[in-house]
């Protein structure tokens, strides 16, 4: 299984960005996904998560309110619209993916998704 990020690029803070993540495998409506992300000289940190079956969203305490996860389970892709950029916001992006998960719940600790992207850079330059 693979996923793919785009999506990343520069911009001011205060900004929008959209990352997309699409999954190649058919079984994407049964995964839990995330995205976490890794800023410069910095451990990864969770970012986002949603859930299958019952949907639900969940936040890291420094994007809530600012940053909204979906996804679009027919085509295989998972969104993170970032709004009110920051330049804190600046970290290489990652989506990952859990199977084992059972609906409705997710995990915000990156050694609970076996599939990741390879991430995608985000810089928000003030």
């Known amino acids: 299984a693979q996923l793919v990020e785009s999506g990343g690029g520069l911009v001011q803070a205060g900004g929008s960005l959209r990352l997309s993540c699409v999954y190649s495998e058919r079984t994407f409506s049964r995964l839990t996904m995330a995205w976490f992300r890794q800023p410069p000289g910095k451990e990864r940190e969770f970012v986002a998560a949603i859930s299958w079956g019952i949907i639900r969203m969940y936040y890291g305490d420094s994007v809530e309110g600012r940053f909204f996860i979906s996804r679009e389970n027919a085509l295989n892709t998972m969104n993170l619209q970032m709004t009110s950029l920051k330049p804190d916001d600046t970290a290489v992006y990652y989506c990952?993916?859990?199977?084992?998960?059972?609906?409705?719940?997710?995990?915000?600790?990156?050694?609970?998704?076996?599939?990741w992207g390879q991430g995608t850079q985000v810089t928000v330059f003030s």
């Open positions: 990952a993916a859990d199977a084992s998960r059972p609906p409705g719940n997710f995990a915000n600790f990156a050694a609970a998704y076996e599939y």
